[in-house]
């Protein structure tokens, strides 16, 4: 299938659309690199988590292979996801209009294909992961179970944003792991503080779909907070700061890393009152523009880490 009508129906316009090889075009779908929203979003919580850990350390040697690291393996492994949440959801989203059009609702990438190609990527994914020290290698694995149980979620609970928030907010231990080898009380603060946001930000993109979910019975935080949408995501982001807030002052952040948290929550804030739930191109555009929240409060880590290791 060629042209505009083998296009993802949210994602038209994009360089895979235009520039990618032909015969690549259904895979580079099937793992969303016409959509790289998902890839930034995971990569966040383990860039914050680097620039924090450097930061306790007090020297940055391994920050800079450990960010270009966690870049690749996030886009790799966030496409992993996507590939095994298609081939779970394929009947689901031949239901639904936005998704109707991904690669094997739409006949462009068969399920044996997809399996083959969800491997594929969890072993770069692998081969990042072994460049890590052995607690990290088996901190990673670990979030395995979480990204196979995700897909599944919404058919059993109104809270898969939950799940999402777990698997996408893994990161935030993950630079501990590699640049201290353990776990701090801060990691799993700003593991919490990520999960909070990662409610927020899943149930503004869920507003997109909620005609569609009631229909055919998939659940959301979106169709359970419904009118109350607003209220919920400002419970969600105050409480995202505040956690977020805990692991800086536990990792004894400077007065960089307290700006940057000053700037996400104000980010944070600007989303709710631009929010609209029932214009879903609006949703689309607010839970996009967390990445540059997530980029906003990475800055301001990593300027902290620097100005800690050079005193």
């Known amino acids: ?20 090889p032909s015969w690549s075009r259904p895979y580079l779908r099937l793992a969303r690199f016409d959509r790289p929203i998902g890839g930034w979003l995971l990569l966040m919580p383990c860039w914050w988590s680097a620039a924090l850990a450097a930061g306790v350390a007090g020297h940055l040697g391994q920050l800079p292979l450990t960010i270009v690291l966690f870049f690749v393996g996030a886009f790799v492994m966030r496409g992993a996801g996507c590939t095994w949440n298609d081939i779970t959801d394929r009947d689901l989203d031949a239901l639904v209009e936005r998704t109707r059009s991904r690669p094997i609702p739409a006949g462009q990438v068969s399920v044996p294909q997809a399996v083959i190609f969800l491997v594929a990527q969890a072993l770069i994914g692998l081969v990042v992961l072994l460049q890590f020290n052995r607690f990290a290698v088996i901190t990673g694995i670990a979030s395995l179970v979480v990204v196979a149980i995700y897909p599944f979620m919404k058919r059993i609970t109104y809270w898969p944003q939950v799940a999402l928030g777990l698997a996408f907010s893994w990161g935030a231990l ?10 701090d009380a801060a990691a799993l603060w700003l593991y919490a503080g990520s999960i909070s946001w990662v409610i927020g930000y899943d149930t503004i993109y869920a507003h997109q779909d909620i005609e569609d979910d009631a229909l055919i019975g998939v659940k959301s935080t979106a169709l359970l907070f419904g009118a109350r949408t607003r209220p919920a995501l400002t419970a969600f982001y105050a409480m995202a700061a505040v956690l977020i807030g805990t692991a800086l002052a536990l990792a004894k952040a400077g007065a960089l890393g307290w700006i940057a948290l000053a700037i996400f929550a104000v980010h944070l804030a600007w989303q709710i009152v631009r929010l609209d739930i029932s214009d879903a191109a609006l949703c689309k555009r607010v839970f996009i523009s967390n990445r540059d929240a997530g980029l906003l409060l990475f800055a301001g880590l990593l300027a902290d880490a620097v100005m800690r290791a050079a005193g």
């Open 1 to 20: 299938m060629t042209g505009v009508a083998a296009r993802v129906a949210d994602a038209t316009g994009n360089w895979v659309d235009t520039r990618a």
């Open 174 to 183: 993950m630079g501990f792991a590699v640049l201290l080898g353990r776990i």
